[in-house]
Nanobody
Framework: QVQLVESGGGLVQAGGSLRLSCAVTGSIFSINAMHWYRQAPGKQRELVAGITSGRFTNYADSVKGRFTISRDNAKNTVYLQMNSLKPEDTAVYYC?????????WGQGTQVTVSS
């Protein structure tokens, strides 16, 4: 019943910005932590950023100072603001969330950064 619907991916030049959104729909009892992951060709999936229900955040070293994760509890939505994008940020980005004792994944959205 719970689904995570992502949007905001696309093609951008190096140095540009994108904002990813992930809206949670369905029967939601509680939302604990929410995360953004990414997987680039030939690489393992990695955690990019996370945010707790108390809005504590953490980031991968590679994106610190450039990416910002946030959430809007009224909209059940998590965002990833990506600034100063680099070609190495190119990947499929996935959102995930801990909800009611289970973990759910979004469908993934492609982010491509050209040089």
């Amino acid at each position: 019943q719970v689904q995570l619907v992502e949007s905001g991916g696309g093609l951008v030049q190096a140095g540009g910005s994108l904002r990813l959104s992930c809206a949670v729909t369905g029967s939601i009892f509680s939302i604990n932590a929410m995360h953004w992951y990414r997987q680039a060709p030939g690489k393992q999936r990695e955690l990019v950023a996370g945010i707790t229900s108390g809005r504590f955040t953490n980031y991968a070293d590679s994106v610190k100072g450039r990416f910002t994760i946030s959430r809007d509890n009224a909209k059940n939505t998590v965002y990833l603001q990506m600034n100063s994008l680099k070609p190495e940020d190119t990947a499929v980005y996935y959102c995930g969330a801990s909800i009611g004792g289970s973990y759910y994944w979004g469908q993934g959205t492609q982010v491509t950064v050209s040089s």
